[in-house]
């Protein structure tokens, strides 16, 4: 029992060892697999183990209690005494006649003997010196006649013999004269006490092998090495089927998981494919037909919304044409009615039809820029030597602004596209200018570099200016194209700003604060 313990500790011990590797090597949100292991390895070795033992234990009492003691010794009486009396038959005989009485016929008839022989083994040789009966079959199933067992015989080893055959059950009784001189005399024997020594012997036997039984097996802790390799191999069919019950399950949850995936980063084209049954296959298939479905539905989407945004490019274009075309109508009226007059200094009609085509024609440009926007090629690249380009190119224009520079001389180099990096930024510095202009005072503007992370060489670039500001609904709409606060503008210079950010990995923030100015904030 003791070492059944000792077993049962040391095969949970790896057990646990096993399930926390298979655990830890798990991955989050995959760990079905492990948790139907521990389930399975419990719902067998719980009732498992308790019954083992139980059944062990029972085993080995019941074997305990059937080898009491003095059975054994008491069959073996049994069976001495049925050969003592057998035997003192014979002895009776042989003292009623001694050696050197004759037996005949007569002698032997009378006291039941079925064959009497006396013999002298001379030169290993069997001579025959008296006979009755010996034309008797039985006689030659005698011991005498076995030149092996003739010593044995006559040291006086072996005194008699159970004959059993199909005429009958005989008992065969030696004399030993002296070394080389024996008597043998045989008689019939009653079935019952033949079948009552049988019966006997049988018990014996049994007993003796539950003897060896409980030697071997039970007081050498066999039975409970054999327990515990019952409980091993319960244990690893436990896992085995674990194993394979959760591979059925898990490994389609796991290709669901991994096609949820692919869906949420748009890839609609690979189904899953894995092998599965019953509500496990339901399942995949209706996660391949709903990816079916939202691919025709995304395709659909998308020719709609293309549709839409060319109906709203065709409305604004529309919109703006007809903006710029009524004020040229009405300036060319104008010219052709004031034909011959005196000039209006008030209004110049051909000044307005200048004006207007301009419009159209920056409209065109920006149009033209925001969709033909190239892809971004970057270069490891200076943000301070672009930055000091523009404000020196700025510096130069009519009304001046004083600009404040913080740039950061340690500043890496970061990979962006010169010219059009050059393009957001010249966007971005000069509506800070626009908007310090508004005020009657315009105050400096700051363009300031940091470093926001040595490891991963990211940096930041801020541009402020202490403006007019803007409310948050406007700052929430600022990058959506065709949305603009100016009352000529088209709504598209920010757009392509955040356009150029995205191409570049970058992010882009705008803090604003009505009469207070605006701040924006690249991360590079």
């Given at each position: 029992?003791?070492?059944?313990?000792?077993?049962?500790?040391?095969?949970?011990?790896?057990?646990?060892?096993?399930?926390?590797?298979?655990?830890?090597?798990?991955?989050?949100?995959?760990?079905f697999?492990?948790?139907?292991?521990?389930?399975?390895?419990?719902?067998?070795?719980?009732?498992?183990?308790?019954?083992?033992?139980?059944?062990?234990?029972?085993?080995?009492?019941?074997?305990?209690?059937?080898?009491?003691?003095?059975?054994?010794?008491?069959?073996?009486?049994?069976?001495?005494?049925?050969?003592?009396?057998?035997?003192?038959?014979?002895?009776?005989?042989?003292?009623?006649?001694?050696?050197?009485?004759?037996?005949?016929?007569?002698?032997?008839?009378?006291?039941?003997?079925?064959?009497?022989?006396?013999?002298?083994i001379?030169?290993?040789?069997?001579?025959?010196?008296?006979?009755?009966?010996?034309q008797?079959?039985?006689?030659?199933?005698?011991?005498?006649?076995?030149?092996?067992?003739?010593?044995?015989?006559?040291?006086?080893?072996?005194?008699?013999?159970?004959?059993?055959?199909?005429?009958?059950?005989?008992?065969?009784?030696?004399?030993?004269?002296?070394?080389?001189?024996?008597?043998?005399?045989?008689?019939?024997?009653?079935?019952?006490?033949?079948?009552?020594?049988?019966?006997?012997?049988?018990?014996?036997r049994?007993y003796?092998?539950?003897?060896?039984?409980?030697?071997?097996?039970?007081?050498?802790?066999?039975?409970?090495?054999?327990?515990?390799?019952?409980?091993?191999?319960?244990?690893?069919?436990?896992?085995?089927?674990?194993?394979?019950?959760?591979?059925?399950?898990?490994?389609p949850?796991?290709?669901?998981?991994?096609?949820?995936?692919?869906?949420?980063?748009?890839?609609?084209?690979?189904?899953?494919?894995?092998k599965?049954?019953?509500?496990?296959?339901?399942?995949?298939?209706?996660?391949?037909?709903?990816?079916?479905?939202?691919?025709v539905?995304?395709?659909?989407?998308?020719?709609?919304?293309?549709l839409?945004?060319?109906?709203?490019?065709?409305?604004?274009?529309?919109?703006?044409?007809?903006?710029?075309?009524?004020?040229?109508?009405?300036?060319?009226?104008?010219?052709?009615?004031n034909?011959?007059?005196?000039?209006?200094?008030?209004?110049?009609?051909?000044?307005?039809?200048?004006?207007?085509?301009?419009?159209?024609?920056?409209?065109?440009?920006?149009?033209?820029?925001?969709?033909?926007?190239?892809?971004?090629?970057?270069?490891?690249?200076?943000?301070?030597?672009?930055?000091?380009?523009?404000?020196?190119?700025?510096?130069?224009?009519?009304?001046?602004?004083?600009?404040?520079?913080?740039l950061?001389?340690?500043?890496?180099?970061?990979?962006?596209?010169?010219?059009?990096?050059?393009?957001?930024?010249?966007?971005?510095?000069?509506?800070?200018?626009?908007?310090?202009?508004?005020?009657?005072?315009?105050?400096?503007?700051?363009?300031?570099?940091?470093?926001?992370?040595?490891?991963?060489?990211?940096?930041?670039?801020k541009?402020?200016?202490?403006?007019?500001?803007?409310?948050?609904?406007?700052?929430?709409?600022?990058?959506?194209?065709?949305?603009?606060?100016?009352?000529?503008?088209m709504?598209?210079?920010?757009?392509?700003?955040?356009?150029?950010?995205?191409?570049?990995?970058?992010?882009?923030?705008?803090?604003?604060?009505?009469?207070?100015?605006?701040?924006?904030?690249?991360?590079?």
């Open positions: 029992m003791n070492v059944f313990l000792f077993w049962i500790l040391i095969i949970a011990f790896f057990l646990s060892f096993y399930l926390y590797l298979i655990y830890r090597r798990s991955p989050k949100g995959f760990r697999q492990v948790k139907l292991t521990i389930t399975f390895i419990l719902l067998v070795l719980i009732p498992a183990i308790p019954l083992t033992s139980f059944v062990s234990a029972l085993l080995t009492r019941g074997v305990e209690m059937l080898l009491l003691p003095g059975i054994e010794r008491s069959l073996s009486n049994s069976l001495d005494i049925i050969r003592y009396q057998l035997e003192e038959r014979g002895d009776i005989f042989f003292k009623i006649y001694q050696e050197s009485d004759e037996v005949d016929q007569k002698i032997a008839t009378g006291n039941d003997i079925v064959y009497y022989a006396k013999g002298r001379q030169n290993g040789s069997l001579q025959l010196l008296e006979s009755v009966g010996i008797n079959s039985l006689w030659r199933k005698s011991l005498i006649h076995q030149s092996e067992v003739i010593p044995s015989l006559l040291n006086g080893e072996i005194k008699s013999q159970l004959i059993q055959v199909e005429e009958g059950n005989y008992f065969e009784v030696y004399d030993v004269l002296n070394k080389n001189e024996f008597r043998v005399a045989a008689f019939s024997v009653d079935p019952k006490i033949v079948i009552a020594k049988d019966n006997i012997s049988e018990s014996l049994i003796n092998s539950l003897s060896l039984f409980k030697k071997s097996v039970v007081e050498g802790q066999i039975i409970w090495g054999f327990s515990t390799l019952l409980i091993i191999i319960m244990a690893v069919i436990a896992i085995y089927a674990a194993k394979i019950l959760s591979r059925g399950i898990s490994e949850i796991q290709e669901l998981t991994a096609g949820m995936q692919r869906v949420a980063e748009g890839n609609l084209d690979k189904p899953v494919t894995v599965a049954k019953d509500e496990i296959k339901f399942l995949v298939d209706s996660f391949n037909k709903m990816a079916r479905d939202l691919k539905s995304q395709e659909k989407l998308v020719q709609a919304e293309r839409a945004a060319w109906q709203d490019v065709a409305r604004r274009v529309s919109h703006e044409i007809k903006n710029s075309l009524t004020p040229i109508q009405l300036s060319i009226r104008r010219i052709v009615e034909k011959g007059r005196k000039k209006d200094s008030k209004f110049d009609p051909v000044e307005t039809i200048y004006a207007e085509l301009e419009s159209l024609r920056r409209f065109a440009t920006d149009f033209s820029e925001f969709a033909r926007l190239p892809q971004a090629n970057l270069e490891k690249d200076n943000v301070n030597e672009v930055i000091q380009s523009i404000v020196t190119l700025l510096e130069a224009e009519p009304g001046v602004i004083n600009f404040k520079l913080k950061d001389k340690n500043l890496p180099l970061v990979n962006l596209d010169r010219v059009q990096f050059r393009r957001a930024l010249h966007n971005i510095i000069k509506n800070a200018i626009e908007s310090s202009r508004a005020k009657p005072s315009p105050g400096e503007i700051l363009v300031e570099t940091s470093i926001v992370d040595e490891n991963q060489k990211t940096i930041q670039i541009i402020k200016d202490w403006g007019e500001g803007m409310e948050a609904e406007v700052v929430e709409k600022i990058f959506e194209p065709y949305y603009s606060t100016k009352q000529r503008g709504g598209l210079g920010l757009a392509i700003v955040k356009k150029i950010i995205d191409d570049h990995n970058a992010t882009i923030d705008y803090k604003s604060f009505p009469g207070k100015g605006t701040e924006v904030i690249i991360v590079l």
